[in-house]
């Protein structure tokens, strides 16, 4: 499955926390049933490219509607077509390497 991270830096706030950001897009993708992992500088998102390019959407517009005027948001996609691939085998592949 495609994994997809994405950060939401607000630009212009008085504060420098960006948790409320980040739990309106936790909510976004718990509504959207999709498999993530919250990190200290982003989250990834596992599952169907369109799932996740559409999520992706939704949290920057939702932090463009509740936040300051201006938005950066970052995003990287990872999406094998040669085989099958998850968070999990990804992070276990380097643990065992590193045993």
Not at 1 to 26: F, H, K, N
Not at 29 to 53: R, S
């Amino acid at each position: 499955m495609p994994l997809l991270e994405i950060s939401i830096v607000p630009v212009g706030t008085d504060s420098p926390s960006i948790s409320s950001e980040v739990i309106d897009a936790v909510r976004i993708i718990e509504e959207k049933d999709l498999k993530y992992e919250v990190t200290p500088t982003a989250t990834v998102l596992e599952g169907d490219i369109d799932d996740l390019w559409e999520a992706a959407k939704e949290i920057h517009q939702t932090a463009l509607e509740v936040g300051p005027e201006r938005i950066v948001t970052t995003i990287t996609i990872d999406h094998r077509t040669d085989k099958q691939m998850d968070m999990e085998q990804q992070i276990d592949k380097v643990e065992k390497q590193l045993d």
